[in-house]
């Protein structure tokens, strides 16, 4: 099976290229932490019906080149990426958190 691809648009935004769904977290950028948009991506195409097996490759845009770099070594699962988020603040490196989802969350 091909790799589904998701597509890193600038630091908050992330676009599944097969289906056109996009998960935009740019309103989140000035508070004191942010996530990453990949994690609330996957959980919505899970959603949408997608097998959580399904293996998935992150890349961006070559800046100022054509073509995409790859951002990670290796491809991970939508179920794996759909299980945590990734958390950055001011004072600590991004870093992984079980997702824990809450009544005000939405992706």
Known sequence: MQPSTIELLGSHTAYH???DE???RTSQRNRSTTKSAIPPLCRKLINLGHDPDTVVHVRRAKANKEGYVAVLKRDRTLGAWAAEDWVESDTKSPHR???APSF????
């Open 17 to 19: 290229v097969e289906t």
């Open 22 to 24: 996009t998960v935009d």
């Open 104 to 107: 005000f969350a939405h992706a």
């Open 97 to 99: 958190k079980a997702y």
